[in-house]
């Protein structure tokens, strides 16, 4: 059986790099800045309209003094 999950994970994501980031005092500027990136990467990231790899949520997290798997946690039900 497929379950399929109500929530976009690109959103997850997103939502919570937006929230760390805020956390952190940065500015998407600053963000990207500490990631190598260009702020629109980051913009899109906080959007959902970017699919990261792995390799970026490593970079990110590392970037925000978060653990990875705290890019993932999801507020609420799954399903």
């Known amino acids: 059986m497929l379950l399929v999950i109500a929530m976009d994970v690109r959103m997850v994501v997103g939502t919570n790099v937006r929230r760390y980031r805020g956390d952190a005092g940065l500015s998407q500027e ?14 899109g990231l906080e959007l959902g309209r970017r699919n990261p790899t792995i390799l970026t949520l490593w970079h990110t997290a590392l970037a925000l003094k978060v653990p990875p798997s705290k890019l993932l946690e999801i507020d609420g039900p799954l399903f």
């Open 30 to 43: 600053g963000l990207a800045e500490r990631m190598g990136v260009d702020r629109a990467y980051v913009s």
